[in-house]
Structure formats: C-alpha cells, structure tokens
C-alpha cells in the first residue's frame, strides 16, 4: 500500500466544498407547536421527533408522519403545514358526538386547507379512520378544512420520501446568490438539462446543486421524470412539454 503524505501547505488549503461560518449574533428559537393534542414523549416503541415548519415546532409521532409532513412541505402549491390540527367534533351513525385530532393541515396557494391522517395500512381497518373520515366530511366546515385525506405508505414512493427530505435539507440553509446563478441558468435554458449539469455550470459546486433542488421545490424547474432528484435527474421549466 503506499502512502501519500500531504506538505503543510497543502494540509492547511481551505477546502473549495465548504463555506466560511456565519457568525449568527442571534438565534430565535422556534415557536411553540401550534397542535391541539401533544405529542406523548413516553412510548419506547415508536419514531417520535419535531422540526421547523416555518418557524414553528412540529412535531410527528412515526417516520411515516415525519415523510408525510415533508413530502407536503416539499409541495410548491403548499405554503404551510400544521401539525396535530384541526381537532374536530363528529356525531357517528349512532348519534354519538367523538372528537378527532387529524395529524396535520395543510394550507395551499389557493386557500384550500386539507386535513391529513396518517396510518400504516395495516391499521387503517382497525383504527376504523375510513369511516370516521366519512362522518367528519359530510360534516366539517369548509372554514374548518376544504379536504379530509388519508395517507399511508403507499402514497408515498421511496422518491417522494428522498426528495422531501432532501427538499427540507436545502431549504434550512439558503444562499441568494446560488439560487441567482441557477434562476439566470433557467431562464436561458432550452430543452431539458440535468441537475449535475445546472451544478456544474453555476461554478458552485455542490451548493449549485441544492440551489437547483431549491428550484424545483419552488416550481421554477419540474422533474422530466418522476425519480430522485440526484445528480442525473432531468429537468426542464414548468412550461417545457418534454
């Protein structure tokens, strides 16, 4: 085996993939959960964390629930997700009034708000959510939730999961200037092109290319194809029929 031996000089080079720190003089911490029902902390046999959702503290109780907040976020048509709301009161087939805590709201462009469930599918019979979901939509106020939906792991792909998160990654830590370089990329852009290539040509290495995963989060670039959005993913602007 042989050994290269770096010299001091090249030891001490800055490495051209990471960025000087930010020196942050102050840090705002989260708000609170905005959810109706908190989120117990006890259970030894279950996912259970919290993130930032615009600004605020959200919570999940399952790495479904986690994907399943994300994958909304990563939505463009979707500009916040709330968790543990609505809580709703429903009266079931036998006149019985029940309160309900969907897991999440989502809030969209439109101003539609879709109320979310999230179970396993192996639950779902058990839990009985179908039908409490039926009683709640003939029912709920559309001031209320314009949507009721049910989510399980079969709506969401093994891509949906990486690309939220991957989406969520990006977005934590902007940088304006990136997203400038591929936003005039994107605008002279015919045809379809790659994520690596985008990268490559904005001359910012890996920061290029989260600012083109920034792009497609946004709208201003789609996925050719539905996949990961990797290196060699295509993309092309909204408006392009490829």
Not at 176 to 185: E, G, S, Y
Request: one cysteine or more; proline letters at 5%; charged letters at 30%.
């Amino acid at each position: 085996m042989t050994t290269t031996w770096k010299t001091l000089e090249d030891y001490l080079k800055p490495n051209p993939n990471l960025r000087p720190p930010v020196a942050i003089k102050v840090w705002t911490p989260p708000r609170r959960s905005r959810g109706k029902r908190k989120i117990s902390l006890r259970s030894k046999g279950s996912s259970r964390g919290g993130f930032q959702a615009n600004g605020n503290a959200t919570a999940y109780e399952s790495n479904l629930e986690l994907d399943a907040a994300l994958s909304l976020l990563a939505r463009p048509d979707v500009v916040d997700v709330i968790d543990q709301y609505p809580q709703v009161s429903y009266v079931d087939a036998d006149g019985v009034r029940h309160r309900f805590t969907f897991d999440f709201m989502s809030i969209h462009i439109d101003g539609s708000r879709m109320a979310h469930s999230v179970k396993p599918k192996d639950k779902v019979e058990a839990s009985r959510v179908e039908e409490i979901h039926g009683f709640i939509r003939r029912q709920i106020s559309p001031k209320v939730a314009t949507h009721v939906n049910l989510v399980t792991e079969e709506k969401l792909t093994d891509e949906d999961r990486f690309n939220a998160r991957l989406i969520h990654t990006v977005r934590r830590k902007p940088y304006p200037d990136d997203d400038a370089i591929i936003a005039r990329l994107i605008s002279g852009l015919h045809g379809s092109t790659t994520l690596g290539a985008l990268a490559k040509a904005s001359g910012r290495r890996g920061f290029g290319y989260r600012a083109a995963a920034r792009a497609v989060a946004a709208g201003k670039l789609r996925l050719v194809r539905h996949g990961r959005m990797v290196s060699k993913a295509v993309v092309c602007r909204p408006s392009d029929k490829i």
